[in-house]
């Protein structure tokens, strides 16, 4: 399965992944109440980026992560944070503890749990009037858009399954999708801050990155070797070694009603 290609590659997914912006943090944590007595668990932590900076935050985290090698990791960053418990299994099949959580969080990585499960679990999880708190991530136009748009040819080239003309869109075009918490009576009170984040990375830096991302790890290895080639050249000969990638994170925050 593509969710579980992250753990091949678990020391470079925490080295190159980014954190999350310092004000999207600081929302979470206000919108949420969050609080030294907080109890939150965390679907699908990855390494611990946005683990490290909850704990700041004092509260009481237990962190459920798929792979054995991502969970090793996310221990390891998070040693010095007593009140974290990273838990390797996978959260659809996880026997939910009997005390309820004040708050779920999940950072990029909601799209991968099973949508017949996802949000009905995350609710039996919570106490009435806890929070659901999802990170969705966009990849958009902005920054390097020069480098952005002649990278599509080293995409057409080397990934068979890229649309011709595929171009990222400006955070403006991008529209939140709620229906899957609004649709969902446990649910109400569905509301999304948006938060965008520039990230300028060397060219090893950037393919270190890029080998974090699932589609990319899923080529074989001729392709992914060609197509991770022409964008080095592309970066080196054209924009001086060094590009700036646009994010736009989305804070999804739903509040669990009374049953």
Not at 75 to 88: E, I, Q, S, T, Y
Not at 125 to 137: I, N
Not at 162 to 172: A, F, H, M, V
Not at 180 to 202: A, H, K, L, M, W
Request: with cysteine; charged share 25%.
């Amino acid at each position: 399965m593509l969710r579980e290609t992250f753990n091949e590659a678990a020391e470079l997914y925490d080295r190159a992944r980014p954190s999350y912006p310092p004000a999207l943090v600081g929302e979470l944590a206000r919108v949420t109440g969050l609080a030294p007595e907080s109890r939150v668990l965390e679907v699908g932590p990855g390494t611990g980026q946005l683990t490290h900076a909850l704990a700041e935050f004092g509260c009481h985290i237990t962190a459920v992560e798929l792979g054995d090698a991502m969970a090793s990791v996310a221990r390891r960053r998070l040693a010095g944070f007593p009140r974290v418990d990273v838990r390797n299994a996978e959260f659809e099949r996880w026997p939910l503890p009997a005390e309820p959580f004040d708050l779920v969080a999940c950072a990029t990585a909601f799209h991968w749990i099973d949508p017949a499960v996802r949000v009905e679990k995350a609710a039996d999880a919570l106490r009435a009037g806890g929070r659901l708190a999802v990170v969705v991530t966009h990849h958009v136009a902005g920054g390097t858009t020069d480098f952005f748009a002649r990278a599509q040819d080293c995409y057409e080239r080397w990934d068979p399954a890229t649309p011709p003309g595929l171009r990222l869109r400006p955070s403006s075009e991008i529209f939140s999708d709620l229906d899957e918490f609004r649709n969902c009576p446990r649910f109400g009170d569905v509301t999304v801050t948006r938060f965008e984040q520039d990230i300028t990375r060397t060219t090893d830096q950037y393919i270190d990155v890029l080998l974090t991302y699932s589609g990319h790890r899923a080529l074989d290895s001729t392709r992914r070797e060609g197509l991770l080639a022409c964008i080095r050249q592309l970066i080196e000969t054209r924009h001086g070694g060094r590009v700036t990638k646009r994010y736009l994170h989305e804070l999804i925050v739903a509040t669990r009603v009374t049953p």
